[in-house]
């Protein structure tokens, strides 16, 4: 994987530590996916293939936890979080699009461990150390500026804290992330892959944990 190196600011940003000053961040050099729909395809075939039960098993014990669902989208993982966070755990359910969000807010209503989130494309305002797991779900090739997003959700975590990516194994202008690249430009903020397995039909769960910022972005191509 090529890379090029962009000059970042040097330190240690492990669980809830806030990085140092904020780099440049530089833009991805691989195409990034349009955003066509609030909704990845149908439920009943989302169920059929069994998805969201084999990726919350495999994240292992997530009662009591916190979890941010990224790019929420119409809520299709909401009802399953929050069954698995149980009632002192909490899912925050975030999306950019605000219509998005009303719409989610309006499904997840009933559901009071439930906080649906307007975020932006660099930036999720979520509490500094106040999160286990981000969860982002078939939505990371749309994400038009992952080193900055990346950088910001390091703050985001607890110590311990995890990123669980799901998606699928094809380019990228295709509504997928080739593997090799997603631990490329994780690994460019300073993550470390320490878990994950396929899912089927070449999709995939990668799970990161931060490590030590590094001294330099480097640009994943």
Not at 44 to 53: I, K, P, S, T, V
Not at 197 to 209: D, K, S
């Given at each position: 994987m090529r890379a090029?190196?962009?000059?970042?600011?040097a330190g240690v940003a492990l669980g809830g530590a806030a990085p140092p000053r904020e780099p440049v961040f530089p833009a991805p050099a691989r195409p990034v996916a349009p955003i066509v729909s609030d909704r990845w395809s149908n439920e009943?075939?989302?169920?059929?293939?069994?998805?969201?039960?084999t990726v919350l098993a495999a994240l292992g014990l997530l009662a009591g936890r916190t979890v941010a669902d990224i790019g929420a989208g119409e809520g299709y993982y909401e009802p399953p979080l929050s069954r698995a966070v149980g009632p002192r755990g909490r899912v925050i359910a975030e999306d950019i699009d605000a219509a998005t969000v009303a719409?989610?807010?309006?499904?997840?209503?009933?559901?009071?461990?439930?906080?649906?989130?307007?975020?932006?494309?660099?930036?999720?305002?979520?509490?500094?150390?106040?999160?286990?797991?981000?969860?982002?779900?078939?939505?990371?090739?749309?994400?038009?500026q992952p080193y900055a997003l990346l950088w910001r959700l390091r703050r985001s975590l607890k110590v311990g804290g995890r990123i669980a990516i799901v998606d699928a194994d094809r380019p990228t202008l295709n509504h997928g992330t080739p593997p090799a690249l997603l631990a490329c430009e994780l690994g460019a903020i300073g993550y470390a892959r320490t878990g994950g397995?396929?899912?089927?039909?070449?999709?995939?769960?990668?799970?990161?944990?931060p490590r030590a910022l590094p001294d330099a972005i480097a640009v994943c191509r």
């Open positions: 090029i190196v962009v000059l970042a600011a009943a075939a989302r169920n059929d293939a069994g998805e969201a039960r719409k989610l807010a309006r499904r997840v209503r009933r559901f009071r461990n439930v906080t649906p989130l307007l975020g932006a494309a660099d930036a999720v305002p979520l509490d500094p150390g106040s999160v286990d797991v981000v969860l982002m779900v078939h939505m990371y090739h749309e994400i038009t397995r396929a899912i089927g039909q070449g999709v995939y769960l990668a799970v990161f944990e």
